[in-house]
């Protein structure tokens, strides 16, 4: 419980860090093409990885379980410009009920 | 409020954003608390770290039995992005040093797109903490009953909150995947985050399938630069 409020505090400290500096650093000392290039990279290959684990990890094994008809739902609604909490509850309900039903 | 109209239609679109987005604060505090996290550990990330993408990245790895060092550095970097939009707005928004310190906590995805495309910095200004705020006090409200839901719903697999946990994911990537070569960088992190869920500890992953795609990212970038 203590390595996760440790963990928080070292997000937050991160987190604002990152904001602070883009408002108070000179331009030029942050702008530079490659860290551009790199800024537009980190989000797209993190929540990759992210949708990945999150939707076929269980511990330390891959399964296909409810998780992946859901996220197919998910795609589905985002496809057709559904709003986010909606898509999101969606989601969640194809992997409640597939659940319940099998 | 002013009585401009130009001005009330800035803080009417801003207005718009922010209920939109605050509200599915909701799916966060349930999902964080179901991750087994506390209320009080919820609503301070919510609070404090403010940066939806960075806090689902953390509770994810929380959740997947990962180290919290390792959760708290896949939260940073994704949060990297938000220097960039802080370096846009800067010149746009030409705050004093003191106001920079609290604007720069409500310097998100939505406050910035809110406040980029205004011609003039008043409009800019009113954009920006209209959305800001707007999306700091909702999402905070909307954390707060999340999280206490959760707790009180018991098993999450239950009510498919993991299967959600994707679906936030997915939602955020979603609009950044405009081009073909940024659907292949996230298609990269995906399959080297999945190939590796057998082999590493829970989070990493995370961390090394994220690498891997920006290193080729990298590589895509240049080959096509010695090719033009």
Redesign the interface.
Known sequence: ?T??????V???V???????????VP?RV??HPFT??????????????????????A????VLD??VP??A???FL?WRRV???L???A???????L?LLT | MTSDPSDRAVVADSLGVAI??G??G??FGAIATASG??VL?AC??SL????G??Q???I?V?A??G???T?????????????????T???LLR?TKRQ??L???V?IDESTAMAVTRDTTRHARLGFFWTGIGVFVLWNLFTLIGALAGEALGDP??????????????????P??TTPS?RL??????????GL???TA?GM??????????LI??LL?TSREEAA
């Open positions: 419980m390595a996760v409020w440790w963990g928080i070292l997000t937050v991160g987190c604002y860090g990152f904001k602070i500096a883009g408002l108070s331009e942050l702008v551009v290039r790199i800024s537009e990279l980190i989000p797209l290959g993190l929540l990759g990885a992210l949708v990945a684990a999150q939707v076929l990890a511990g330390d094994r891959l409810a998780r859901a996220l739902v998910a795609a985002l709003p986010f909490l898509m999101v509850t989601a969640a309900a194809t992997a409640a009920l659940r | 939109a987005v509200t599915y909701v799916s996290l506390s550990q301070v990330l404090l770290v403010f940066t993408g960075s689902f990245a953390y994810g929380i997947a039995g180290n919290p060092v959760g708290a550095v896949t939260a940073t970097l994704l949060g990297s992005r938000n220097m960039f939009y802080g370096i707005l800067a010149p705050l920079k310190w604007a720069a906590h310097v697999r239950t009510y498919g909150l993991d299967a959600a946990v994707g679906a936030a994911f997915l939602g955020l990537l979603w950044r995947l940024a960088v996230a298609l990269v992190g995906a399959a080297v985050a999945a869920v057998p082999f829970a992953p995370i961390v090394l399938g994220g690498a891997a795609a920006v990212g990298l970038r």
